[in-house]
């Protein structure tokens, strides 16, 4: 087999140099997702700004999708608090604001404004984060021209230090209220909502990519088969084995494409998938240390092991019944835990499972669950 990826131009130098190698990666071998962009087109034609938050499970495609956005639409402002960031308030405000000054200020020859506010963004506290940007983007709102539109575009909304802002402020400081033409596109992965850490009085609307099963399928084929040369039996099985998760496809598929002959099928691949390859194994080491915290208690490691031991969907009340603890424990251990689950109906009963077999698998293979 082989593993040939398209070699198009992708131009990333509207945006500040931390980020454009990240967005390269990220929108290399793109295909696909046009459901999501046409949700967020109808998004923004149909209202006159608002928060527009697509919501996925680990690996699902979010970075992607927000890079190949952001790399076709160059006046957008881009932030990604990926895992290897410091995630902290004030790095964001300096990063997106300087963002704005530049792109929305610095073109009008604003020169004694731009001054100003680069002084008080060097000087901000804790406290002031809130209305600066606020304020910023109300400046800018009330110059943008005709059907201009001013896009904000934030990747990763969840991996914030929350202790490095006030807790009674949005994430990141994001306005309760915006302007005009004043728009947000976010991805985070799932959560609670009353744990969402967002406040806000704005049209908006969540596209979770758990809700297009299809279309995602779809996608995952084509991503396989544009970039290996395959028998169609082995694209449809590679999808399934997948789950459509493409950061395990990302990783899976060149191993595939250098040990595998044309005309072989899964089960002669099969070998391949005893050993992750190094990136997916950090990947899936990274979920574990966001699922461990501190340290596990006694009832999170029983259901955890009850999980991992599983491959199909257990609600609250029987995983009580396996574990002999209390379900109020056994909830706040899943809560805890909602970003790497799957939650899903099954016989009138919410069902939790996690979000794909082979972290579950990675798991089952670890000491860390003795």
Not at 125 to 154: E, P, Y
Not at 197 to 206: F, N, R, T, V
Not at 243 to 255: G, H, I, R, T, V
Not at 320 to 346: C, G, M, P, T, V
């Amino acid at each position: 087999m082989n593993f040939s990826p398209l070699a198009s131009p992708i131009s990333t130098a509207a945006y500040p140099t931390e980020f454009q190698q990240l967005l390269r990666e990220k929108s290399e071998n793109f295909v696909g997702r046009k459901f999501v962009f046409s949700a967020i087109s109808d998004f923004l034609a149909s209202h006159s700004r608002g928060y527009f938050t697509i919501v996925g499970t680990p690996g699902c495609g979010k970075s992607s999708i927000l890079a190949q956005y952001a790399t076709a639409h160059p006046d957008s402002i881009y932030y990604n608090a990926g895992v290897d960031r410091k995630n902290r308030s004030h790095e964001f405000l300096a990063s997106v604001c300087t963002q704005l000054i530049d792109k929305y200020l610095l073109a009008n020859g604003e020169t004694a404004e731009i001054v100003k506010l680069k002084s008080q963004l060097q000087n901000l506290d804790s406290n002031d984060g809130n209305w600066f940007l606020s304020l910023l983007l109300q400046k800018i709102s009330d110059k943008l021209a005709d059907r201009q539109r001013l896009i904000i575009v934030i990747d990763t909304l969840d991996a914030i230090d929350r202790t490095s802002q006030p807790p009674s402020t949005n994430l990141f400081y994001l306005p309760r209220y915006l302007g005009d033409r004043t728009y947000f596109i976010l991805a985070r992965r799932p959560f609670l909502k009353e744990k969402s850490g967002l406040l806000i009085e704005a049209p908006s609307q969540l596209l979770d990519l758990r809700d297009y099963p299809a279309q995602n399928r779809e996608d995952a084929l084509n991503y396989i088969q544009q970039y290996l040369s395959t028998a169609p039996e082995l694209a449809q099985q590679l999808a399934t084995h997948s789950e459509n998760n493409f950061m395990y496809l990302s990783q899976m598929l060149p191993a595939i494409a250098q040990d595998s002959q044309p005309d072989a099928n899964l089960a002669e691949t099969s070998s391949l998938f005893s050993e992750l390859p190094p990136g997916l194994a950090a990947y899936y080491q990274n979920h574990w240390l966001r699922m461990k915290g501190d340290d596990l208690s006694v009832v999170e490691l029983s259901v955890l092991n009850v999980l991992v031991e599983s491959t199909a969907g257990l609600s609250v009340s029987v995983i009580s019944e396996i574990i002999a603890q209390d379900e109020y424990e056994i909830e706040k251990a899943l809560d805890n835990w909602i970003e790497f689950l799957n939650k899903q109906e099954i016989g009138g009963e919410i069902c939790y499972s996690l979000y794909h077999d082979s972290f579950r698998d990675w798991l089952g293979k670890q000491s860390i669950l003795e």
